[in-house]
């Protein structure tokens, strides 16, 4: 079936620097990717929408300059997190849309911050 | 952010009960609602979903139940298994077709 891929799986970054994730749908294209954090013990919180080709739309409280998206083609996103602090530290999950009831989920990055 | 809960509840279940997960969504005009189940440093499994037109969808081993009424969403898992253990979310497709997930409960189940 079809594939979210996420790269890294995890990462460990010193504080002051900025780390990427991308994601990738493996075998279909996906035009909408949605990035989500998470905390231990807590729910999903959406992120943004990534969108190919356009900017991304982010939720409220989320800083644009600091969470930056790039949808470039239709099969990858990227999250790159700018000037990442400790309390950056969680667990980053995306998905991606093939069809209008069918939302695909990767496995997430674990981002470190120290 | 949307959806964050501070605790998760947890339905402890004898192996082989059914179990009840509940969940209330935020926003009457959602029109598609999936439940995930989470096992530890994963991301979410898709398990079942349905539509604002159902009240009720089955699946194997597992029924979900809809009320817009109130808002109320429910995972019925039968026959309860030790691999069922993980956190479950309800997640409710809003605007933009923006999957919102709810607080989550974690199930364990006990031999």
């Known amino acids: 079936g079809a594939v979210v891929s996420q790269h890294p799986s995890w990462v460990i970054c010193k504080s002051g620097t900025s780390v990427k994730i991308e994601c990738r749908s493996l075998?279909?294209?996906?035009?909408?990717m949605f990035w989500y954090r998470q905390f231990p013990k807590q729910s999903l919180m959406l992120m943004a929408t990534s969108n190919e080709g356009s900017k991304a739309t982010y939720e409220q409280g989320v800083e644009k300059d600091k969470f930056l998206i790039n949808h470039a083609s239709l099969t990858l996103s990227t999250l790159t997190v700018t000037s990442a602090h400790p309390e950056d530290s969680s667990f980053y999950i995306c998905?991606?849309?093939?069809?209008?009831?069918?939302?695909?989920f990767g496995e997430g990055s674990w981002l470190t911050v120290v | 952010g949307e959806s964050v809960g501070l605790h998760l509840p947890t339905l402890s279940v004898q192996e082989g009960d059914n179990s009840i997960i509940n969940c209330a969504y935020s926003?009457?005009?959602?029109?598609?609602f999936i439940w995930y189940k989470q096992e530890s440093g994963k991301g979410p499994q898709f398990i079942i979903d349905i539509r604002s037109n159902m009240d009720k969808r089955q699946g194997q081993r597992v029924t979900v139940l809809l009320n817009k009424t109130v808002k109320h969403l429910s995972l019925q898992i039968a026959a309860t298994q030790p691999g069922d253990s993980a956190v479950y979310f309800c997640a409710e497709r809003g605007g933009y077709n923006k999957l919102i997930f709810g607080a989550g409960t974690r199930l364990a189940v006990h031999p």
């Open positions: 998905s991606a849309r093939a069809d209008s009831y069918t939302i695909y």
């Open positions: 926003n009457s005009a959602s029109d598609y």
């Open positions: 075998d279909f294209q996906a035009t909408t």
